[in-house]
């Protein structure tokens, strides 16, 4: 039997992939890794066959014509057979000893036929050139070591938002709920997150600093002139989840308002990033999506748009735009991204 299902998609991933693939291989026998060769044209395919020639029983290689991040996970899902499924990203990895910590979980839980939907766990951020790596914990929002639900957490802080680094998914419940991320499409890991969250009954946090997101590279996604430069995409994803769900009819509270605020920090980031490229092109694209919330749910459009985040994204003129861009960048600091 097969725990986990571990997912790596990759695109020209060949100078660090096999940092991810054996910080997985410590588990053995009890995961799958599912490399997942998106169309690269370096020596990405080359390594994952030699892995899933080296360990048949754990590695499969899956090729596929480019089609993004997203299809990439989508494929990785269609494999999966494990009991859980976990996506990790070519340029990260995980921690062995927490690994094997979350692993004992998951065993537990089918072992004793205790149905739980989604895993919480910490994440670091590797960032090059920092001298102290923040941890992204839960510790003050959930339970610890106990299956709960959604009515049991607590508050979330801005910085402590379940990420596609923090989620562990029950596969069964994910190909039920029929997940599929856009091709071609930058940060889909959101709607991967964020979709899937009304079909969760049951949840588990294991309170350990399990995965480790790289940051660096000047080509990475979650680069700020990278970020910049997809705006669109990043305005596309957002306008996606709008469409997902009317949240006014999400039965449960805790529930609605996690969602209500998550969709919140998207329209922020979304609107700061159309602020910092100075583009009056990308002004217009901000007044427009905040036009398209209004004219999609115009009850969920004035509680994000008169919330904290929507009122500093919104200050009018030039000196608005300062204090937006200023509040970018303490928020940067403080979390640690781009």
């Known amino acids: 039997m097969k725990y986990i299902s571990f997912a790596i998609p990759c695109y020209n991933s060949a100078e660090y992939m096999e940092r991810a693939i054996e910080s997985i291989l410590v588990a053995g ?36 014509e480019n089609g993004g991040h997203g299809d990439a996970v989508n494929i990785g899902l269609d494999h999966a057979t494990g009991c859980y499924f976990k996506v990790v990203d070519s340029d990260d990895w995980v921690d062995k000893d927490s690994l094997l910590q979350i692993l004992d979980a998951v065993k537990s839980f089918v072992q004793t036929d205790t149905e739980v ?47 596609m680094h923090s989620v562990l998914y029950r596969t069964e419940m994910l190909k039920l709920c029929q997940l599929k991320l856009p091709k071609h499409t930058f940060y889909v890991d959101n709607i991967y997150v964020y979709y899937p969250l009304p079909h969760v009954r049951t949840l588990y946090y ?9 940051i660096g590279r000047e080509d990475q996604s979650v680069n700020e002139k990278v970020m910049i430069s997809r705006v669109d995409q990043q305005i596309y994803v957002t306008k996606t989840m709008i469409d997902m769900y009317q949240l006014n009819k999400i039965a449960n509270k805790k529930l ?9 920090i ?17 002004l217009e694209k901000k007044k427009e999506l905040w036009k398209y919330l209004k004219r999609q749910d115009r009850r969920v459009f004035w509680k994000i748009r008169y919330g904290i985040l929507g009122q500093t994204m919104n200050v009018p003129g030039r000196s608005g735009r300062k204090v937006s861009s200023m509040a970018y960048s303490v928020a940067r600091r403080l979390i640690g991204f781009n």
């Open 266 to 282: 998207m329209m922020t980031v979304s609107s700061i990033l159309c602020i910092r490229s100075k583009k009056p092109e990308n």
């Open 256 to 264: 609605r308002k996690y969602m209500m605020n998550y969709l919140a």
């Open 117 to 163: 939907d989604m895993v919480i766990s910490n994440y670091v951020y590797e960032k090059v050139g920092a001298v102290r790596k923040k941890v992204i914990h839960y510790r003050n929002a959930l339970p610890r070591n106990e299956v709960f639900h959604w009515e049991d957490m607590g508050h979330f802080r801005l910085d402590q938002y379940i990420l």
């Open 206 to 214: 294991v309170d350990t600093d399990f995965y480790r997101y790289y």
């Open 29 to 64: 026998e009890d995961v799958e890794i599912i490399i997942v060769n998106d169309g690269s044209t370096d020596g990405t395919r080359k390594i994952a066959k030699q892995y899933a020639k080296k360990y048949p029983s754990i590695v499969k290689a899956v090729d596929k």
